[in-house]
């Protein structure tokens, strides 16, 4: 599994664009990015998946450069509820041990009025 | 309502039990998993499988079990509780690595 570094911790206000930067150096070529949120006391949510460029739904947006050695997670204008841990992972889509995921101690997002 | 459902959602055990930890979704994955978060850490896998009658083991196996007789269900036995198994136990599925997994609520576990 390829090892990810993303920031302990990250703060900003209400209404701000956030983003999230993750790297992962030895990512192997059948490696997606895979980015989760968790909120206290619940489970991970899927957030958003991609392998290269630019990935957007709904809840963010991905971008990866062309090496794809780093991602960034954005998220739009976020709200108090948008405070939560969010965790950047790299998948192995081909793989079929368990399709495993390496969770890592992710970024603890903290959004004030 | 479609998930992954997890029960119990609480449980306090003695040093030497031992329980089951049910877990049973209703999307018809293939994927489903068990993971382990203790307090400020990121979650750990313990057991997982890619379809019924499959199983393997995870990062941090030792002191459970698993079994997949069905596509919907995926219990966790804990074979003789220690209270390095006090944990709050995640549940997770997937149709495949394409999809990203559903988690569900969690069953917090206290060993005493």
């Known amino acids: 599994l390829a090892k990810t570094t993303q920031p302990i911790s990250m703060d900003s206000y209400e209404g701000q664009e956030v983003n999230i930067t993750c790297s992962h150096n030895?990512?192997?070529?059948?490696?997606?990015i895979t980015w989760y949120q968790q909120f206290p006391s619940q489970g991970p949510r899927f957030i958003i998946q991609g392998y290269k460029t630019k990935v957007t739904n709904e809840v963010a947006s991905l971008f990866i450069p062309a090496d794809r050695k780093s991602s960034t997670l954005s998220l739009p204008r976020v709200s108090l509820s948008d405070t939560a841990v969010y965790y950047c992972l790299v998948v192995d889509k081909n793989s079929n041990s368990g399709y495993a995921l390496n969770f890592g101690k992710g970024t603890s997002l903290l959004v004030t009025p | 309502n479609a998930g992954v459902t997890q029960t119990p959602k609480f449980q306090v055990l003695k040093t030497g039990q031992s329980m089951t930890l049910q877990c049973a979704q209703d999307m018809n994955h293939e994927y489903m998993s068990w993971y382990r978060q203790d307090p400020g850490m990121g979650l750990r896998l313990i057991h997982y499988s890619v379809g019924a009658g499959i199983t393997d083991q995870g990062e941090v196996p030792n002191g459970y079990n698993v079994s997949r007789s069905t596509t919907e269900d995926f219990p966790l036995r804990l074979l003789s509780a220690a209270p390095s198994q006090t944990s709050v136990y995640f549940c997770?599925?997937?149709?495949?690595?394409?999809?990203?997994?559903?988690f569900g609520s969690g069953t917090r576990l206290t060993v005493v």
């Open positions: 997770a599925s997937s149709p495949g690595a394409a999809y990203g997994y559903t």
């Open positions: 030895n990512i192997a070529t059948n490696d997606y």
